[in-house]
Structure formats: structure tokens, C-alpha cells
């Protein structure tokens, strides 16, 4: 990092302050045009204004998976160039993936229960989401049980593209498995034939929940380049040089006890 | 002394490292009576639980019993594997680094010898489950390819679990966790080959599967193995 | 030689080259310690740690035949080291059961065996007995017979002065020299 003059530093804050400022109100604009839209759209003919959930559950479940690959890509590219960023990009991204999984599966449950009767449907993409969720968990326990910050941005960059690669494959044997007993009604909300209004009010939604992901993540990033700032200084702090924590032993204070 | 990667005998000192390494590691897991005389009971009493918790109904019992023996082979023969990875010490892993054992024929090595611990354990626990749920027997001959390509498959995963989580204490947990939800493809490829045979459908696409699944995972540990070492990278 | 956690152990592993150095650099047996082509002089390097670098599960002969295999030594190569340093009759006992002196002989025999041009011994008398700790001196020679070095550390400088040239000591992460009344070599 070059030393930065007065002047740039402001220029720096100044620009931070902005983006500060202009995410959140236009994510919090999104968010009330989406709410606005999907009031707006017709209610479903068979369910009603329970499937209204869907203007909620498709986006989480599309962030969920953006949050994913987004992870990927950050660990790729901590892979290749070894910045810190990334890797704090990376675990911000698992952990806004980690709340909006959960949430595709808590809404899942709460739409499934009054139309089919169950809490759980083992629809391919529900059960691959549920895997992802496991995933995700297994990525942030893999950070926290590693005190090393290299190491551990080495170790989870490794996992968070081999997990990549492998949801593919896990995903394609769910699909396989449940076209083999698929039952006759399933979950359809990303349905061709829906209605206009509704997959208006859905893109508006999808939008929104984006615009809510980057500023998830911008201020989860923004938390931990401080944390790492303030372990950075206290690091200085600290006797630097090996063998200072160890002082010759002190006899004396056997005696002293008494 | 040590083969340069470009040096046409660099393979042969790949595979020659990776045999030597799953030898040791077989020697030691079967000396240190841990992997099989431990894990298998283990896995029969969980075998023997099932029926216990769900009702003895013998139809029922035979519907889901190569189901029952397949999630008990991913879940106790995560254990194996995960067990095989703590073998190296740091300094037995100081040494093989010094010896010039590659990271990717460590890996390789590991591999092999927790797929062959697996099949020993999938062999051991197999007639468990015939005798305890009967299921139907019908197409056993496509087991054999399944056991042999799920050991393979699981071991994979395990070793690189194992390399994921080396050195640290909550190796023996971590470790299961980031292989199970990765596992699943194994886990429905082996019920699906013993149940669609029973109905008399080809098991082949799933076979094949079975084996995409294991190729990827083998691929993925072996280019990772190298940014794992830590004695080699930064 | 140095103070408890003055960074020894840490120094052995980069002249190793198995940590790579946070800042600065350096060559060992010609290769930058910061270049992949330290890699390729590793076989020349033998570190004995303080934890014997052997699989408690297999007996002497078999872990030392590992090495030698793993070096493309000739089997018979791994006998003859544990004979020189005495622990021929228990080639087969597991190193489970063998002593901490006779576990520290075997690491001893292992390094004859590489036939090292860079020896590195931390804890260079830990555990030997009187009769063995003649043979850190014949392995010392030996390295040096083949025009290579040896870093020893110790907590018994009187020990080691018969065999090396020069003493220094980690302190405040720094090497000082020590100045000692007459050198034997």
C-alpha cells in the first residue's frame, strides 16, 4: 500500500461515504418497488395470496446461488493472486449465502406446508439448495477452525472451488433421482406460462434482492477489512521478535510466596 | 535426484511415491486396528439400530435395506477415510516433504489406501445387511463395479477433506462435515444401481455418473494438493 | 544455541527449506530459498526434529526401508545404517516400542542413510547415551566428509564444541557469535 497524501485520503473517504450512501438508498428503493409490485400482481388462481411467498422464495433461492458463485470466483482469484480482498470477498459472500439459503428453505417450508400439507417437498432444486446450506456451513466452519489467516484463506479458496465443482454433479443426481419418482404436482415457480404482471413484479423483486446481496456483502467486506486493519495494529504492537516472551526464570518469586 | 517434472520418468516416480505412501498407510491403519475392527461393528450395531427405531416390518425392511446399507457405508466410511489422513505427524510430513514425495502422490497414495480399506469395509458390512433386511439380491453383479467406484469416490473425498483440515483439533469433526453433503452423488448412485435392478432398469447412466463424480474429485484433489502443502507455498 | 522459543526450531525448518522465509532470503545448497528449485534439493537435507519422524506402527527396518525407497537407495542400505548405530538387533520391533534414545539412534541411522550434504540436528544429544553420542560426531564427520555442512543445535555447548567450527547464538532474532577459549577445530 503506497503512503497516501492528505487530499487523496479525503478523496478516498469521500468516495467511500458515497457509495455508502447511494447503495443503501437504492437498494431500500428496490426493495419498496418490489414489495409495491409483487402487491400489486394478481393473486394466483389456485393458492391465492399465499404464493405471493414466491416473490420472496425464487429471489433468495437465485441469491443463494449468486452468493455461491460469487464465492467461487473470489477463491479463484485468491487462488491466482493472492490478495486479501478477495478472500474477504469470498467469506462475505458465504456468509450472506449461508442467511439467503436459509431463508429459501424456511420459505419453502412455510409455502409448501398449506399447499401440499408438507413441510418438505424433495423437489431436486429444494434438496440441492438444502445441500448447498451444508456446504456453506462446512466453508464457514472451515474458517473459524483455522487461526491462521493465510492458511485459512488458502484452505477455504481450495474448498470454495472444489465445493463449486462438485454442486453440479450433486445437483444432476438429485434431478435424475427424483424424475424417477416424481409425483405429478411440483413446484413450479419459475413456471414459462406464469402471468405477465407476475413475472414483472418477479424481475422487479430478483432485482431488489440483488441490489440487497451487494450491500450485504459491501458492508460484511467493509466490517472485515476493518477487523483485519485493527489486527494488523495490534500485530505491531506486539514484540515482534522470537524469544522476547520468554525472560529468564525468576527464583526469587518461590521465596517471595512464602 | 529428485525428477523434474518435464523428466520423462516423472510419472513413473509419481505413481512409484503414491504406492509407496498408500503401503505405508495400510500398513499402519491395519496395524493400528482402528479402520476395521472398530468402525465395522460400528457400523453392523447402526445397521441393526434402524430396524430397531423404525419397525421390524420385513417389507418395509426389504424396500429399504441397500438403501440403510449405502448411508451407513457414506457415513461410518467417512470415519475410515478421515482416519487414514491423520497418519503423518508434522514430522513424519517434514520428512516425506524432504524426501521428495510429491503432494499430489501423498494424495494419490492416501486414496488408494482408504478406497481399499473401504471396499474391505463395504465387503464386511454388505452380508450384515443381507441378513438382517433381505433385500433382493437381484443384479449383485452390478455391486461389484459400485463398491469399487464408491470407495474410490469416498476415499477421494476424504483425503482431500483430510488435507483441508490438517493439523487442526477439530480435524475428526470438520472433516465429516465437508464430506458428507459433497457425497451425496455416491450415496444416490449406489441405491439407485441396487434398487433399479431389482425393477430391471439399466444402472449403466448411473454408473457412469459414478464415475464422472469420482474422476472430478480425484482432478480436484490433485490440483489442490499442491496449493495445500505448506511447506512449498505461501 | 539460544533461550527457550528464540525461534531454533523455526530456523532449522527454513534452512530445510520447509518454511519459506516471511522476509529476506538466502540460498541453501545453492537454491534461493524463495525459488521452486529448492524443491530439488531436498533429498540433501536431513532434519531430525524433536518428534522422531517415525510411524509408531512399523518397525525400524520397515520405516527405514520406506526411506530408502522412497530415495532409491538399495533396501539392504537401510540394515547397515541400523547396525552402525547399534540398533540391528531390534530391526523389528515396532518404534512403539522402542525408547526415546533408541528412537533418536534410529532417526541417526536414517540420516546416514540419506546421505545428506546438509545436516540439520535440533536437540543434538537429546536422549543418547554416553556410547551414542559418539555417533553424532561420526555423522557430523561424515556430512563433512562429503564437502557438506552441519547446523547443530544444543543446550550442551560443551558437547558440541569438538565437532564444530563455529558457535553462534539466536537471540532477539539475530546470530551472535560466541566467543569461546580456544576452538578444537
Redesign the interface.
Known sequence: MTASTPTSTRATATARAGRRVWLPAATAALLALGLAAAMAAPPDRLQGNLQRLMYVHVPAAWLAYLAFAVTFGASLAW?WRRRPGADRLAAASAEVGVFFTGLTLVLGSVWGKPVWGVWWTWDPRLVTTA??F??Y??YL??RR??ADP??RA??A???G???F???P??H???V??RT?HQPPTVLKPGDPTIDHAMLAALLVNLAAFTALYALLVASRLELARLQDEAERLLAEGEP???????T?PRPEGMRERG | MRAEATAPGWAGVLARQALEVAAKDVRVEVRSGEALPVIVPFGAAALLLLPIAVGADVPLLRQAGWGMFWVVVLLFGTLVTVRGTAVDDPAQRDLLALLGVDPAARFAGQTLASALLLVAFQVLLAPVAVALYDPGLTGWRWLGPTVLLVAVGLAALGSLAGMLTAGLPARGTLAPLLVLPLSVPLLLAGTQVTAGAAFGRSPLVWLLLLVAADLVVLAAGVLAAGSLDETTTR | MGANGSGKTTLLRVLATLLPPTSGGGTVLGAPLDAPVRLAVRPAIALLGHAPALYPQLTLDENLGLVARLLGERPGHAAQALEVVGLAGARHRRAAHCSQGMLRRAELARALLTRPRLLLLDEAHAGLDPAASGLVGLLVDDVLGRGGAAVLVSHEPWRLRPLVDRTVELADGRLWPVEEAGDAR
Open positions: 487462488l445441500l448447498l451444508f456446504v456451513l462446512g466452519a472451515l477452525a483455522v493465510v492458511a488458502r484452505r479458496a481450495v474448498l472451488v472444489v465445493a465443482v462438485q454442486v454433479i450433486v444432476l443426481s438429485v435424475w433421482w424417477l515482534p521478535l522470537a524469544g522476547a516472551a520468554v529468564p
